[in-house]
């Protein structure tokens, strides 16, 4: 009997590191409605997914692609109709639009214009996408431009910069900016390392001081804080040096 008790556990465990939600329901929804760089796009929600936790789902709307951000955003008024905590809208605007994320913070939504931050460079083109995505999302979370030069929220002023800001959040601009997403019903996907690390807390009443634990808890710190080791080196911080 035993056995099987042991067996229902372990199945409950793997069935719940798919997806565990913490409260809310509404995910972060991405629209690419300039029919390009899907490939990319894909990469920015695994990214995104992976420093915030946040969910993100691709969806389809029935919206023709506009000029300029501004008239996208209009154009989008009253036709976004599935609840999200932000809708990130992909569009490659015409050559007179200078802004490459503009925000339309009372419809949630941020459009992203491709067309502003394309380069050939496969890589250094997605990570503008991952950093712009991280833009919208925590702008519209009530984020500031962050002076420091690693968070992604630094407020660059060309592309040349774009490239040297970090990817993710500084950690209070991602502790803040999760804080408003949890408020706002966002949902959180745990990680396999968090509920194997909420496991052994449940089993064991005592502090964790076993070596095994504090490793956990040290990755768990890297996961929640977002360190992003992949990321080139930002602007005046010559001890932090990558090749790219
Ligand atoms: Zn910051």
Redesign the pocket.
Same mark, same amino acid.
């Given at each position: 009997m035993r056995k099987w008790i042991i067996l229902f556990m372990l199945v409950c465990v793997i069935g719940c590191t798919t997806r565990s939600l913490d409260a809310g329901d509404k995910p972060v929804r991405f629209y690419n409605l300039s029919g390009q760089d899907q490939e990319l796009i894909d990469q920015a929600a695994k990214f995104l997914m992976r420093h915030t936790q946040m969910q993100v789902e691709n969806t389809e709307i029935d919206v023709k692609q506009e000029a300029s951000n501004k008239a996208q955003a209009a154009a989008l008024k009253g036709k976004i109709t599935k609840p999200a905590i932000a809708h990130i809208v992909f569009i490659n605007a015409g050559p007179n639009e200078r802004e490459h994320l503009h925000l339309a913070a009372q419809q949630h939504v941020a459009v992203v214009n491709l067309a502003g931050i394309r380069t050939k460079d496969a890589k250094t083109y997605g990570r503008r996408i991952d950093r712009q995505v991280t833009r919208g999302i925590f702008f519209l979370m009530g984020?500031s431009p962050?002076p420091?030069p690693y $968070?992604?929220?630094?407020d660059y002023k060309d592309n040349a910069t774009l490239d040297q800001i970090g990817r993710n959040? $500084?950690p209070?601009?991602l502790l803040g900016g999760l804080d408003s997403a949890k408020k706002k019903g966002a949902i959180i996907v745990k990680t396999p390392l968090q509920l194997k690390l909420d496991e052994t807390r449940k089993n064991s009443p005592m502090p964790a001081t076993s070596r095994a634990s504090k490793e956990a808890e040290g990755k768990l710190q890297i996961l929640r804080f977002g360190v992003d080791d992949d990321s080139p080196s930002a602007p005046k911080a010559p001890e932090k040096k990558k090749a790219e």
């Open positions: 984020r962050c420091n $968070c992604a929220l630094f959040t $500084c209070p601009c």
